[in-house]
């Protein structure tokens, strides 16, 4: 059974700091990884999906990379602001399932202070 | 488009009663998706629907739960009878626009006390 993890649970960071985020999952079998951030009260936005056979995905100031052989994805956020303070979760998609069912990981809750 | 509707926003109910969530999926989305979130377990997948069929109820806690879709624009979650255990957030999620088939895009969600 797929398992992710999220470490650490929580983050503090003073604003211009890079943040580091990081995930790891125990069956390397994965079809893709997808990376979410969720506000207080609100519901999961997707930041950025890497397939299994890319290595990294960029977005503006966003960059997750994948390694699966290790087992593990990072979500780096380069000079953090505090409006980036949110949850941020990865979910990861199993080769052999049909349809989209994905398994979470439990977190990371980042706070940015100005 | 306005995104996947989720309705209430809030439910506070007493133990012992019915309880239906509502969702209404992004137009055109083939797959619909009902996760609930608390604190002690995070986000679990209860059920989800391809083209209105159950493909997996897996998540399903117990048969106190049913969940049904009776057309591409609606789906309901419905726990009966309900107890303070099931309290937690209800979301939403729908997929499968073309060209995108992997990213799920969630609604507000239903936070659920059940008293």
């Known amino acids: 059974k797929q398992e992710v993890t999220q470490i650490p649970a929580a983050l503090s960071v003073p604003e211009g700091e890079n943040l580091v985020l990081n995930c790891s999952f125990t069956?390397?079998?994965?079809?893709?990884l997808q990376w979410f951030r969720q506000d207080p009260g609100k519901g999961l936005t997707s930041l950025l999906l890497i397939q299994s056979s890319q290595r990294e995905q960029t977005s503006g100031r966003l960059n997750a990379s994948l390694d699966k052989s290790s087992g593990r994805s990072t979500l780096y956020i380069a000079a953090s602001q505090p409006g980036d303070s949110a949850t941020y979760l990865c979910?990861?998609?199993?080769?052999?399932?049909?349809?989209?069912?994905?398994?979470f990981g439990g977190g990371t809750r980042v706070l940015v202070k100005p | 488009d306005a995104g996947v509707i989720q309705s209430p926003r809030h439910e506070v109910t007493e133990m012992g009663q019915e309880v239906t969530l509502r969702c209404k999926p992004i137009s055109g989305h083939d797959y619909l998706f009902w996760y609930r979130q608390t604190m002690m377990r995070g986000l679990e997948l209860l059920i989800y629907?391809?083209?209105?069929?159950?493909?997996?109820d897996s998540g399903m806690p117990e048969d106190r739960f049913s969940a049904k879709m009776p057309n591409a624009s609606f789906s309901t979650l419905k726990i009966q009878p309900s107890e303070p255990r099931d309290s937690a957030v209800y979301f939403c999620?729908?997929?499968?626009?073309?060209?995108?088939?992997?990213?799920?895009?969630f609604g507000p969600g239903t936070r659920l006390t059940v008293l």
């Open positions: 629907f391809n083209n209105n069929v159950p493909i997996d």
């Open positions: 979910a990861v998609h199993p080769w052999e399932a049909a349809g989209n069912k994905l398994t």
């Open positions: 999620a729908s997929s499968g626009l073309a060209g995108n088939t992997d990213t799920q895009y």
């Open positions: 069956d390397s079998a994965i079809y893709n």
